[in-house]
């Protein structure tokens, strides 16, 4: 047997719990006491946790400064980077939900200064992982970036957000289902290194959300509980086999085409929880499982359900493979035929 060299990196602290943010200033003083920060919000999350969590710093004798960002643009990570790097920051310290956390988290690699990840809500693995997904030149891309130094996420605000983020961040977990299969056709296939360890924690935290769809669905801190740890144990993953391989396969392709083709695309986790069902019927799999949890959860299974046009779904699903040619799935190195495309989205009932 082969033994390879492994760098790993993942979070120091994993703070998950009601009112966590209560307990940002010992988790911090845990890393560094009393020095500048940066926290990074937008104009919502401000007032539901980030005031808050600058005034409970400000108390404890950390220099908080403020920067409100207007979305998951690169100029916006930039911006970030500048002002923690002005004001001297320790950490950038990032409250929100996908769009913010991606930014501010950004905006630590391009500053080197360590993150910390706040959610607001538990839509989607970014939370924990060492991805960002920015919008560059109109168009949305996938950035190498670091994991958070810390996480702290207070159950008490992801509970409060709208319950289609939790639904949302459920579809971005299953879709480790399909992910993996992926995986293992790329070993099988192309030889690609495949990784014990992350392959049977991605594929465990997507049997925890078929699992426990039911309790998901009420919408309350214990379903908050449950998607935040799968979106976190998903991260965690990724972050062990050093790239998104164990939580993003051919359904994440398909959700990427659709940020290129929709204006307004659907969250990315419904679309990555759709494709799921498309994909995992592709490998010939239980896809009437993956469909049933969803619904159960009540996370879209159709494109009427998205909001997404039909036509859409036909287009993403034959674009998908151009994506990342390096990403072998089962879309192989020639994509869909329009037939095979149609078939597939009309069988699992995705379009009538
Ligand atoms: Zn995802």
Redesign the pocket.
């Known amino acids: 047997m082969e033994v390879r060299q492994l760098k790993t990196e993942l979070p120091r602290i994993i703070a998950v719990g009601p009112n966590m943010i209560e307990q940002i200033v010992p988790i911090i003083q845990d890393l560094e006491t009393s020095v500048p920060v940066t926290i990074v919000h937008d104009n919502i999350t401000w007032g539901i946790a980030g005031k808050k969590i600058h005034e409970l710093l400000e108390d404890a004798t950390f220099e908080p400064h403020n920067i409100e960002v207007t979305g998951p643009f690169l100029a916006e990570a930039e911006r970030v980077a500048h002002v923690a790097e002005e004001t001297g920051s320790k950490f950038i310290i990032g409250v929100g939900g996908g769009s913010v956390i991606d930014t501010a988290k950004y905006g630590g690699i391009i500053s080197k200064i360590p993150f910390i990840s706040v959610p607001t809500a538990a839509s989607?693995?970014?939370i924990a992982s060492m991805r960002a997904s920015l919008i560059v030149e109109g168009k949305k891309k996938s950035f190498e970036a670091r994991p958070p130094i810390a996480v702290i996420a207070d159950l008490t605000v992801i509970s409060k957000a709208p319950f289609r983020f939790l639904a949302a961040g459920s579809g971005?977990t299953i879709?480790n289902k399909t992910a993996v299969l992926d995986w293992e056709l790329a070993h099988r296939v192309k030889g690609e290194r495949i990784g014990e360890y992350p392959k049977v924690l991605s594929e465990m935290t997507a049997e925890m959300i078929i699992r426990d769809a039911n309790l998901i669905a009420r919408g309350d801190i214990v379903a908050a509980k449950i998607v935040t740890k799968a979106l976190i144990t998903?991260s965690m993953a990724m972050c062990i086999a050093g790239s998104?391989r164990p939580?993003?396969g051919s359904e994440?392709l398909f959700?990427h085409a659709l940020d290129m083709i929709l204006d307004k695309p659907a969250l990315?986790?419904e679309q990555?929880g759709i494709g799921t069902i498309i994909m995992m019927y592709l490998h010939g799999g239980n896809w009437e499982q993956i469909r049933d949890t969803l619904k159960t959860i009540g996370a879209p299974v159709t494109a009427k359900e998205a909001d997404i046009p039909e036509e859409a779904i036909i287009e993403a699903l034959l674009m998908a493979h151009t994506i990342r040619p390096e990403r072998y799935t089962i879309l192989g190195s020639n994509g869909l035929t329009y037939s095979a495309a149609v078939n597939a989205a009309e069988t699992t009932g995705v379009i009538s």
């Open positions: 989607h693995d970014g971005d879709a998903s998104s939580a993003s994440h959700s990315h986790g990555c």
